[in-house]
């Protein structure tokens, strides 16, 4: 059974961090790839960063870069979001996410509200 999630939401003012954590259980590891996703009110979801469990490797949406980073602990089986200079506009419920690498993603958590007061 598969099993993801999420935690580390909250409020924070603009300028300021949070980290995300995604728990993750039941899947392949070695064969997937996760991704963190937002979805903001009366918006569509969008991609924010995705991590290839098996080295590692990173991809961010322009509007994220440079400032969030996404990792990975293959102990804990637990992937982060850790975002810095947050801006009113991450605010969103964000989505912890994974699938087969290249497959799309099929695994979705529950969810975690992320507010960011200017």
């Known amino acids: 059974q598969v099993q993801l999630v999420e935690s580390g939401g909250g409020l924070v003012q603009a300028g300021g961090s949070l980290r995300l954590s995604c728990a993750a259980s039941?899947?392949?590891?070695?064969?997937?790839?996760m991704g963190w996703f937002r979805q903001a009110p009366g918006k569509e979801r969008e991609f924010v960063a995705a991590i290839a469990w098996s080295g590692g490797s990173t991809d961010y949406a322009d509007s994220v870069k440079g400032r969030f980073t996404m990792s990975r602990d293959i102990a804990k089986n637990t992937v982060y979001l850790q975002m810095n200079s947050l801006k009113p506009e991450d605010t969103a419920v964000y989505y912890c996410?994974?699938?087969?690498?290249?497959?799309?993603?099929?695994?979705w958590g529950q969810g975690t509200q992320v507010t960011v007061s200017s």
């Open positions: 039941g899947l392949p590891f070695s064969s997937y790839t």
């Open positions: 996410a994974g699938g087969y690498s290249g497959k799309g993603y099929t695994y």
